[in-house]
């Protein structure tokens, strides 16, 4: 299926830079791409598809699936928070960005504004940075919260514990697959460990482990290598949120053998900090694109953006924010960008990706209304 507005940019050309052009031409060297693709407004196809909802077998011969996901990164400022409209309608947040109203107020914008949302079905906590389950006392005063996702006791704060607790809690082990709304949610990390087997399409032989560092010395091992990374499958199309995962359990899931398979939407571990971001892990899943949820000042530029030029290619780079200390040539395309400045002038805008039951998706920037599309594989 998939609209008239969804002809594709992705598959393995989006990797060879066959992604649509920007018709404000920001982009001169792919300009006057395919045609219904380049600076459409948001939303324009999502409804075509949604009239005429049609249920797609996977490939792998799991369930049928129908409707649309949608995928909303809010940006709180180098924290993360990511706000999922499962196909079912129910919601999906992982991540809560910092304490406070900024971050809180953000979300809700999201949540309310964007989704209409009465209450969250799904709250996953990846780990206990504060700058992850920050928000949590925020938004459990606000709307009702269905149930706890995250890694168990270990390092959680004392007011994460009492609200989850008080509610329905269930901590995920590796391993794990959920299904949840319409989506599947396999668990890849958890409470320090990795999958051992590789999910469903991994295991192969990973070329780009031959001399790759296995870990990074002198980093320290801390709270972020509890982190909960799932991989979110509708139909074809496999999303990769490792959390704040750390190098060394990244190479773990890559190396000799990459368990993870190919993922079609990456979103960078860690924020694009070079703790984490393991080449042989991000080269290895060929993401079409990739999502970095970045402050202005913290993540992004320098060698996570190197990494990430390889793969996916810097043209299929979305940003949060544009990394103010780093140079244009390591920032991504400013119509990829949902933030240019920094302090007064941050409109702390979203990124959104429509993600339809035919693996097609679009990655939309609400603030120009640019957005490219992409074939899952
Ligand atoms: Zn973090």
Known sequence: MGGAGSTSSGGASALAGGAAGDSEASNPGIAGGLSGVGGSTAGDDGSADGAAP????????????????????????????????????????????????????????????????????????????????????????????????????????????????????????VGDALELGGVSLDV????????????????????????????????????????????????????????????????????????????????????????SGAPQLVRAIQPLAAIMNNGPRKGGGGSTWNTLALAPGGENVWQVHRAVAAPAAQNAPPDQIANLDEGQADAANFLEVQVESSGEFRIINPRTSFSKSYTSR
């Open 54 to 173: 049609v249920a797609d077998a996977a490939p792998d011969g799991s369930p049928p699936v129908s409707g649309t996901l949608r995928l909303l990164f809010v940006d709180s400022e180098g924290g993360q928070s990511t706000v999922l409209q499962l196909p079912n309608a129910q919601v999906l947040v992982i991540d809560t960005g910092n304490p406070g109203m900024r971050d809180g107020e953000r979300m809700l914008a999201v949540l309310q504004g964007e989704l209409g949302a009465t209450e969250i079905d799904y709250l996953l906590t990846t780990h206990y940075d504060s700058d992850h389950v920050g928000g949590v006392p925020y938004l459990a005063a606000r709307l009702g919260i269905g149930q706890f996702l995250d890694h168990g006791a270990t390092n959680a704060p004392a007011s994460y514990l009492a609200l989850a607790n008080a509610g329905t809690r269930r901590s995920l082990a």
């Open 188 to 275: 890849v990390s958890a409470a320090g460990a990795v999958i051992d087997a590789p999910r469903s399409g991994g295991g192969l032989p990973n070329p780009f482990c031959e001399g790759a560092q296995a870990e990074l010395p002198g980093d320290a091992v801390d709270e972020n290598v509890n982190s909960v990374g799932v991989v979110i499958r509708f139909g074809r199309f496999d999303f990769l949120d490792l959390g704040d995962l750390l190098w060394p359990r990244e190479h773990e899931l890559a190396c000799p053998n990459n368990l993870v398979g190919s993922i079609d939407l990456y979103l960078t571990t860690h924020h694009g900090l070079t703790r």
